[in-house]
């Protein structure tokens, strides 16, 4: 897992352009990502995986959760990807259509994804502006309570959360994104400690615009550039994170799946043989990865114009 | 610089302290007990299970408790499940083995990743870089539950070169694949992460004015590039070790390397209190301080920063 | 399977010794290396007899430790630290003569105190044993008040009458009495091992055991090694000179190692026994054991389903399961579709036929939704439910089937995973709908399922309350042969379905075809290394 820490080096830079260019820096750097080709086109494979995510269960012959009763008990030998019975992708080891699955399995996963980094962008967002607009004691304390916050180990907490709450896709999505705002939290401070002390901040609260104005109103829209970053590199971690708590039994709830859970159940097939199990789901898990990544890296570099 | 590590080690105090009421309160909040079983016990074993191991007690007195005995004897306490087992022996015998695997793949991990990125960044936008980049982003996502059935399936099965696992105090041939397993994701996040700290060093001034001197593109990056690229590198290690001492549950489910990633997880799951407690406070401990040192490190190597 | 060792039966009460210890076959030669090595899928949790809950951790200590009595692989007893027994007229005192030879590992004699010592300890609260309560089960005087502290552990009716006669008193007669001391919780323990070393006293080097083996080894997650200990009493008769015992918690990386000839046996993956079987049939071996899977429906008066109070509703949903998809096509290891609580593979068991189990799946399917429908549940007025399980593979395929299994006649399952520790204590809790579970019998005898769903029944989890079927069972303990009133509660539980038997377990391994004398059979997975050698291939 890529840490927070990493990512305050890689970000520094970002915010001290838009200020310099103001409004037109959007524009700029549509037309920067829009010349980088590696982003341009993983940003179009995201886009046919998340279509085929929502549309790929509709299209399928079977649903994601009905069992082939002709095929059960006989999967090895039958359950191979097939255009005849229907299923394009095979079948897992009850029998169930793999298209059908792989498709909402990578709904979900790109579901946690988005959900997660959503909170953890709200929250660590909303919790670093504050602490480094108001400064001071506070500023410490919270800062503090990250500090400790982030000496948990992060699975362990996980873990917890799922067996205290009980398994659902909502503390799946919370616990995950509750796990990753801590560094988007510091990154944001780092930035906002940097941003307040700039002119039209003291402009602002000269004129008496309360604190929350200014935090709501001028420090959040210049943060929009780090933040945007922060979360395409954000989102692979977390479906990575779903992948590994799947793995340990604790994912989503059956007969709803996930990438990790399909995955992990397809890694048994590597010793009994019916491989397609494993292809199908690893082959999206990996590209929608690698895409992300890919657009990841176009935003950071398309925002930063300092490396060209 | 002294008063600096002294101050942080004195803030780590209340940190852990933190640490401990919180992950006792959490894990006490979680539903179902250390002792459940197969049968409902009867409420006269149940009240001699929770009066043996103090359960009985207010919360705050059993954190008080185990502050106590964890200050004054080094005492963890008794393990709930392992009965014939404390914590002490669960984190000494399996400590050292996560340490060691953990060590390797750390070196591994940081010497393979730092060359990759390099030259990634050299080749920047060649065939190359895109070949470097491809394999450390399908390193970095495929899971290690896919990789150690495979691993254990080629070198074990199909080559007879390694044993399928086991540990047998670290001998080599029991390390490789743990080791390997274990590197794979970090080697790949290590070179993404020296490529493009590597690719925004090449292009700052500095660079520039060493190169406007003449100065051979060898020497240019090695004098001039290496020290500032590898700064973000750095801040990135310390998490890193900390992440593949407690990441490695897949390998000791795997690999029966008996480390105590496993004890971890199934601590939890157990509601094996104070394992969880044990582990959760050592881990912390270290990500503690592994940040301070990475902290310390980098002010010796980057003369900016001052503490 | 029961005739092939009547051999053993004889030998329960003969005095002989070399004879039931490893028997090597004339036409085998003995390979150089007598190692075996056996797969655990979960790490030793503890090896202190005492404290056993787990079958892994039984199959070592029965190496270090040995009880009274052992079991062939047909169920039947053969005299071990015990050379034979007499009962009182009224049964209730049982006296074992012991056996003199009978050595500690540190060259202690083993006496009827060392007996004494472990029971006690077993039922003392200080040990604080989640299975203290199976000295009840043998219904022992004064264990129920020893284990609640009103009573001294001293006061447990068991008594040393000299070092080598141990008199045993119960509270009512038991037929099956000796049968359950072949459990690892009263093998004996001792004393002063584990007065000097305390908690720690399971540690290789400390550990002192009666065992044919001795503990060398023990690195937890990793591997535990037991070789020949020189001082057992039979230790001439001992072929295998060590036995390794390997922690793999994947089946799958277990298998490829059995396959790389680093485990010489190990459990089938899911799904690949029809396969084994037909490619390598002297390796891959299915048998019953004695366990059975069920569902159970919550009808507590307070917390549980209204619906499911109704037994219409409960023979419905049990009628509703295929179980046949399941054994033959889900598990595929030759599991037995379940129809009755207690297994076949108990001894002395026959099965009844009850009613539904010789129904065909169409017509019990046409039945589940008349009665549902009577119930007033249709398609338009679905019956919903959740059901509860415990994280495992297994277990999930079964729930997805029987999800599928109710669709089909408009019954909407919910499932619901949950890890162990929180399933266990919702179903003791009773605040489920309907939950996964089975049970393991501790001993070779149906009641040790039938006890389970009495009314006051620990482990009654459903709140079953039939006082017909408590007095069919309470009447039970004292008769030569219980088999009419098993047959009537089992027809009860039919009748009534608190449960819904889904199959009866297998073990199916893969074992190495030059290992020998390992007790397939048996209903229990108990085997002792003693008893196996390996020959030359």
Same mark, same amino acid.
């Given at each position: 897992m890529v840490s927070a820490q990493m990512r305050a080096g890689d970000l520094s830079g970002i915010t001290d352009n838009f200020e310099i260019k103001g409004r037109s820096l959007w524009a700029d750097a549509r037309k920067r990502f829009m010349a980088n080709k590696a982003a341009v086109a993983s940003l179009f494979i995201l886009i046919a995986i998340a279509l085929f995510s929502i549309l790929g269960e509709p299209l *399928? *012959?079977?649903?994601?959760?009905?069992?082939d009763f002709d095929l059960i008990g006989s999967v090895e030998t039958k359950?191979?990807?097939?255009f005849e019975n229907g299923h394009y992708f095979g079948t897992d080891d009850l029998a169930r259509d793999l298209f059908a699955r792989s498709a909402q399995g990578t709904r979900i996963s790109l579901m946690v994804g988005f959900v997660g980094t959503f909170i953890a962008v709200l929250v660590g967002t909303v919790y670093g502006a504050v602490a480094g607009y108001v400064g001071g004691r506070t500023d410490a304390v919270m800062m503090r309570i990250v500090d400790i916050l982030s000496a948990i180990p992060y699975m362990f907490v996980l873990i917890l959360l799922l067996v205290m709450f009980g398994r659902s896709m909502f503390m799946i999505f919370v616990g995950i994104g509750m796990l990753s705002w801590l560094g988007m939290a510091r990154i944001v401070r780092g930035q906002t400690l940097s941003l307040k002390h700039k002119e039209y901040i003291e402009a602002a609260r000269a004129s008496g615009v309360s604190s929350w104005m200014i935090i709501l109103r001028h420090i959040l829209p210049n943060l929009m550039g780090v933040v945007t970053v922060y979360t395409t590199l954000l989102i692979p971690d977390m479906i990575m994170a779903e992948s590994f708590i799947s793995f340990l039994g604790?994912?989503?709830?059956?007969p709803l799946t996930s990438l990790g859970a399909l995955i992990a159940e397809g *890694?048994?097939?590597?010793?009994?043989?019916?491989?397609w199990q494993l292809y199908f789901p690893l082959a999206f898990f990996v590209v929608t990865l690698y895409a992300f990544y890919f657009v990841g890296d176009g935003l950071r570099d398309a925002l930063d114009p300092k490396d060209r | 610089m002294f008063s600096y590590i002294a101050r942080r080690l004195l803030v780590a105090i209340p940190t852990l302290l933190i640490l401990i009421v919180l992950s006792a309160v959490l894990m006490h909040a979680?539903?179902?007990?250390?002792?459940?079983?197969?049968r409902k016990l009867s409420p006269e074993v149940i009240a001699n299970l929770t009066a043996k191991y103090g359960l009985d007690q207010p919360l705050w007195y059993q954190i008080w408790a185990y502050i106590r005995d964890l200050v004054l004897h080094f005492d963890f306490g008794p393990s709930f499940k392992y009965k014939d087992r404390t914590v002490n022996d669960i984190i000494a015998q399996g400590f050292p083995v996560t340490l060691k695997y953990g060590f390797w793949s750390f070196i591994i991990a940081t010497v393979l990743g730092i060359v990759a990125g390099v030259v990634a960044a050299i080749n920047h936008n060649k065939a190359t870089d895109y070949l470097v980049l491809t394999i450390a982003i399908v390193g970095a996502v495929l899971p290690g539950y896919v990789l150690a059935p495979i691993m254990v399936l080629f070198?074990?099965?199909?080559?007879?070169?390694?044993?399928g696992g086991g540990w047998e105090d670290g001998e080599w041939r029991y390390l490789v694949m743990p080791v390997l397993a274990l590197a794979t994701g970090y080697i790949a996040s290590i070179a993404r992460l020296m490529r493009s700290s590597m690719l925004e060093t090449l292009n700052s001034n500095f660079v520039r004015t060493a190169r406007a001197k003449g100065l051979p593109e060898w020497k240019v990056i090695t004098g001039h590039v290496m020290k500032p690229a590898l700064l973000p590198i750095l801040s990135y290690l310390g998490p890193v070790f900390v992440g593949m001492v407690t990441g490695s549950v897949v390998i000791d489910m795997y690999f029966?390397?008996?480390?105590i990633g496993k004890s971890f997880v199934d601590s939890a799951l157990n509601r094996d209190y104070s394992v969880m407690l044990g582990i959760t406070l050592l881990v912390g401990a270290l990500t503690i301080l592994f940040n301070l040192i990475v902290d310390v490190l980098y002010a010796f190597i980057d003369p900016k920063i001052r503490y | 399977m029961k005739k092939q060792l009547l051999l053993s039966t004889v030998l329960?009460? +003969?005095?002989? +010794?070399?004879? @039931?210890a490893a028997t090597v076959d004339p036409a085998d030669t003995l390979a150089e290396t007598q190692s075996f090595s056996f797969w655990l899928l979960?790490?030793?949790?503890?090896?202190?007899p005492q404290l056993i809950e787990s079958v892994e951790d039984s199959d070592v200590a029965r190496q270090l430790f040995e009880g009274l009595y052992t079991e062939s692989a047909a169920g039947d007893l053969i005299p071990a630290g015990a050379l034979e027994y007499t009962v009182s007229d009224d049964k209730l005192t049982y006296t074992f003569k012991l056996r003199p030879e009978a050595k500690w590992s540190n060259g202690d004699p083993v006496t009827a105190n060392d007996y004494v010592y472990a029971w006690q300890r077993l039922v003392d609260p200080a040990t604080a044993?989640?299975?203290?309560w199976y000295m009840e089960l043998m219904q022992i005087e004064n264990a129920t008040a020893a284990i609640a502290g009103?009573?001294?552990?001293?006061?447990?009716?068991?008594?040393?009458?000299?070092? =080598?006669t141990l008199e045993v008193k119960l509270i009512q007669p038991l037929p099956y009495f000796v049968k359950? =001391?072949?459990?690892?919780?009263?093998l004996p323990t001792h004393k002063a091992t584990i007065d000097a070393? +305390?908690?720690?006293? #399971?540690d290789p080097g400390k550990l002192v055991g009666n065992g044919a083996y001795t503990l060398t080894e023990h690195k937890p997650g990793e591997k535990a090694v037991v070789t020949r200990n020189p001082?057992?009493?039979?230790?001439?008769? /001992?072929?295998?000179e060590t036995g390794v015992f390997l922690t793999v918690n994947d089946e799958n990386i277990a298998f490829t190692r059995y396959e790389a000839g680093e485990l010489d046996l190990v459990g089938i993956p899911t799904g690949m026994y029809p396969e084994l079987k037909a490619s390598r049939p002297d390796e891959a071996n299915s048998a019953p054991r004695a366990c059975t899977y069920y569902y159970l429906m919550n009808m507590d008066?307070?917390?549980?389903v209204e619906a499911l109070k109704n037994v219409n509703v409960r023979r419905a949903l049990s009628f509703a399961i295929d179980r046949n998809i399941i054994t033959d096509?889900?598990?595929?290891? +030759?599991q037995i579709p379940a129809?009755?609580?207690?297994?076949?593979?108990?001894?002395? @068991?026959t099965v009844p036929p009850v009613d539904?189990?010789?129904? #065909?799946q169409e017509a019990r399917v046409a039945e589940a939704i008349r009665l549902l429908t009577e119930a007033? @549940? #249709? /398609?338009?007025n679905p019956l919903k439910l959740t059901l509860n399980y415990n994280t495992s593979e297994g277990h999930k395929s079964i729930a997805v089937a029987v999800q599928q299994f109710y669709k089909a006649v408009g019954v909407e399952l919910t499932l619901n995973n949950m890890e162990w520790q929180v399933h266990s204590d919702i179903m003791h809790e009773r605040t489920y709908e309907m939950a996964r579970s089975a049970w393991c019998g501790d001993?070779?005898?149906?009641s040790t399922f039938l006890?389970?769903?009495?009314?006051?029944?620990?482990?009654n989890d459903v709140a079953y309350a039939n006082a017909d079927y408590d007095k069919l069972m309470a009447d039970s303990k /004292?008769?030569?042969?219980p088999q009419a009133n098993y047959t009537m509660a089992e027809e009860l539980l039919a009748k009534d379905m608190p449960i819904i038997p889904i199959y009866h377990y297998t073990s199916s391994r893969m074992l190495k #075809?030059?290992?020998?004398?390992?007790?397939?059979?048996n209903v229990f997975g108990n085997w002792y290394l003693k008893e196996l050698y390996r020959a030359t291939k």
């Open positions: *399928a *012959a079977w649903t994601h959760e009905e069992i359950g191979m990807p097939s604790l994912g989503v709830q059956e *890694a048994k097939s590597i010793v009994q043989g019916s491989l | 979680a539903p179902g007990g250390p002792f459940n079983s197969e070198f074990t099965l199909y080559l007879g070169w390694l044993p029966s390397t008996g480390g | 329960a009460f +003969g005095l002989t +010794g070399s004879a @039931f979960d790490s030793i949790v503890t090896l202190d044993s989640s299975y203290s009103e009573k001294p552990p001293t006061d447990l009716a068991v008594k040393a009458v000299d070092d =080598l359950m =001391l072949v459990h690892a919780s009263v070393h +305390g908690q720690s006293w #399971t001082m057992y009493w039979n230790n001439a008769a /001992t072929v295998m008066p307070e917390k549980g096509k889900i598990l595929e290891s +030759g129809y009755t609580l207690t297994p076949a593979a108990m001894a002395g @068991f539904y189990a010789g129904m #065909t007033g @549940f #249709t /398609t338009e001993y070779n005898e149906a006890d389970l769903f009495t009314s006051s029944s620990g482990f /004292t008769m030569a042969d #075809t030059d290992i020998k004398g390992y007790p397939q059979q």
